[in-house]
Nanobody
Framework: QVQLVESGGGLVQAGGSLRLSCAAS????????VQWFRQAPGKEREFVAR????????SYADSVEGRFTVSRDNAKNTVYLQMNNLAPEDTAVYYC????????WGQGTQVTVSS
């Protein structure tokens, strides 16, 4: 079992930055690839970024490529999403998802970007 808790969301002006954290319980967190998703009001949940279990491989949605960076510290059981140059269209609830043989979701953290 893995429990995930996201934090770091908030209200920021366009052009600003936020760093989200996804803290995991469980000693085997390092075997899980982790993905970030987001869901804006009235829209489907969409993929944002992914990091491999080792942290050696990352991928991003086209909409965030070059602005967002995903990283992880397995010693701290935490994955981060650094978000720079935020835009109003980045407003959403952001979720992390840990995936190996099973899949686990956090409760989400709200990010609101004002214009």
């Amino acid at each position: 079992q893995v429990q995930l808790v996201e934090s770091g969301g908030g209200l920021v002006q366009a052009g600003g930055s936020l760093r989200l954290s996804c803290a995991a319980s469980g000693r085997t967190f390092s075997i899980y690839a982790v993905q970030w998703f987001r869901q804006a009001p009235g829209k489907e949940r969409e993929f944002v970024a992914r990091i491999s279990a080792s942290g050696g491989s990352t991928s991003y949605a086209d909409s965030v490529e070059g602005r967002f960076t995903v990283s992880r510290d397995n010693a701290k059981n935490t994955v981060y999403l650094q978000m720079n140059n935020l835009a109003p269209e980045d407003t959403a609830v952001y979720y992390c998802n840990a995936r190996a043989s099973s899949s686990y979701w956090g409760q989400g953290t709200q990010v609101t970007v004002s214009s």
